[in-house]
């Protein structure tokens, strides 16, 4: 694909005074970059900064409060106070200096804020667990209103193009917008669509008055809500974009909220694991496993209003496109794939879609934010280290001999920062290129193909970088020696943990390793993608499946022999189950294997195993037999403690990352690669 082939997302298009380059917007996304007094950082400006190099059209910066006591998180940047101003105008000129439109998301998060933080809202309503909020006055509108045009103001002043108000989720102005909050009595009451929309309304012609009709004010709302009974339906949604239109707002951002848990609404490819609910809303688009699902929303606000309508929900640059072409978008929103590849709209712009790092979707990115830690990806280690991996990225001083041992994601990301830093590299893989991501793959059900791409991603890199790759082999200490590298980088995976106890060696005890060989042998036949079919057929594993270990990789095997027809129990030496998933993720997988009628025993003991089963002492004490034709163990992996010992003397430096350094997710492979790269 060329820019001849996509004219249409490189369109230039105009809103308000401003013109954006392109139809990519990056929509907001807190990162917890900022400092504990709401600053922005050297680490914020240069996050955005390449994100903008990297030729997105426009980037709606990252939700800042408009009072200092209504934060979302610890680490949000603020607009409430003068102070700001410096550190936000380094933010803009960042951006601006790439020729994108910088835009300034302002938040009051209303009942959705930090514990101890003023919990306020349209009335007394709390839809969660926890504090009621404190019913807004008039007064207190006022106040309100007034926050965000001085805020606007300083935006304007830091030299944002524009603003967003976000109105969506369960933030205060949604409390408003949305009957499930409003009960209110007053001209700001639920009586009316004018009455719901008139705070939102308000603030949006304040501050068209006090900076102009010319300065560009966006809005962020919920379209449509699901899992109440007074949820805004998406006729109420369409009629609300019309009147935010009415007083000003420039373009619209879409977005579907459900009540008790997000179900995926904002990520909506997640609405599929670990299944497809049956509830999941119709008015939605699925057909895609989540990509574009709240495009039918843009196109209900689309035949009411002239100003632009986006959205964001996993769309690609091909399908955004399509969407373009339709006049079903106006915009393409993306936030995730921008942080995977900063560089995507440039690498479309030149025909280079084969060297975009993708996103898997994993919500890595997602999980850390929600813990409070800074925002990271799975994929691209460079995030968040933006200055010490691009800006002050530097040719290695002394060109080397580099050896990479494995092929799995540690290795394959250090064989290709080292290259990309003029060393010499050669990797040698005694399997298959991935290590144990295929094998992933196959058990990730609708996200397969995401994995898959990565992989594909490195493969295309490996060539291009015109790193030699040898294959079907392992290295010995002999052939690492006779190879004479200057580096030796060993990332050739952890060791297989077994479960030791009576009986475990029996021919009803399959352990991981084991079936990661036999999928290893059936991979020489078929492709991940032909065996997730091929296994809802047949397996080598008995009906009656008892999971011995219940982190990600109990759960995840858990999640495909149920869809596969297996009856399976899960037991846990630990006390919480799915270590190592997101916490997004398990909100969804725990009703769903409750709803399976999925039998789960946490801090249990493995005692022995019999031609019945399993034998557990159950956490009250209780011995029982689980009846299994197949006890799968699936305990974590083991480091390779003594590797470095082995290959002690067969170079200069020699260092060991990845799972035979300390077994870890993907994302810590990925980033010991980077890391171990850029110190060679």
Known sequence: ??????????????????????????????????NLDAEVTDRQIRYYAERARGGAGTIVVEASNVQPDIRISARQIGSYEDRFIPGLSN????????????????????????????????????VRVGQVPRQLSLSDLRRIRQAYVRAASRAKKAGFDGVEINGGTCH?????????????????????IENRTR???????????????DFPVTV????????????????????????LEAAGADAIQCRAHSYHHRDGLIQPEKMFYP??????????????????????????????????????????????????RAGKLDFVGMTRRLLADPELPNKVIEGRLEDIRPCTGCLHCIDVR????????????????????????KPAAKKKRVMVVGGGPSGLEAALVARQRGHEVSLFEKGRIGGLVPIAAVLKDFEAPDYLALIEYYKTQLKKHGIPVTRGKSVSVKDAGAFQPDALILASGALPSRLEIPGSDGKNVLHSSQLHKQVRFFMKFFSPLALQTLTKIWMPIGKRVVIAGGSIMGCETADFLIKRGRKVTIVHEGSTLGEGIPIEDLMRLIPWLDKKG?????????????AAGLVITTKEGERKTLPADTVLVTLPYLPDKDILKRYAGKAKEIHAIGNCAEPGLIYNAIAAGARIAREI
């Open 1 to 34: 694909m060329d820019k001849q082939e996509t004219p249409v997302l490189f369109q230039p298009v105009k809103f308000a005074s401003v013109t954006s380059k392109n139809r990519i917007v990056m929509a907001p996304m807190v990162t917890n970059f900022s």
């Open 370 to 393: 929600n813990k409070n830690q800074l925002l990271e990806c799975m994929v691209n280690a460079s995030l968040n280290k933006e200055r010490e991996y691009i800006f002050d990225f």
């Open 275 to 324: 299944e497809l609910p049956e509830d999941a809303p119709k008015d939605l688009d699925w057909s895609r496993k989540g990509k574009g699902a709240l495009v039918p929303l843009v196109e209900a606000v689309k035949k009411v209003v002239k100003v632009p309508v986006f959205c964001a929900c996993r769309l690609d640059p091909v399908i955004g496109e399509e969407y373009l």
């Open 598 to 610: 999925i039998v789960r025993y946490l801090e249990a003991k493995f005692e022995e195993v019999t």
């Open 220 to 243: 962020l709302i919920n379209i449509v809500e699901y899992r109440h009974p007074r949820g805004t339906t998406i006729e109420e949604g369409v009629q609300i974009a019309k009147y």
């Open 91 to 126: 933010v803009a000129s960042s951006i601006k200096s790439h020729g994108t439109v910088a835009l300034l998301q302002l938040l009051h998060g209303g009942p959705k804020v930090l514990p101890d933080m003023a919990c306020e809202s349209a009335s007394p309503v709390s």
């Open 199 to 213: 705070f939102m309304c308000n603030i949006v012609r304040e501050i068209k008055k006090r900076l102009g009709k």
């Open 172 to 192: 205060q102005i949604n409390t408003f917008l949305s009957r499930v909050w409003n009960k209110r009595d007053d001209e700001f009451g639920p009586q009316s």
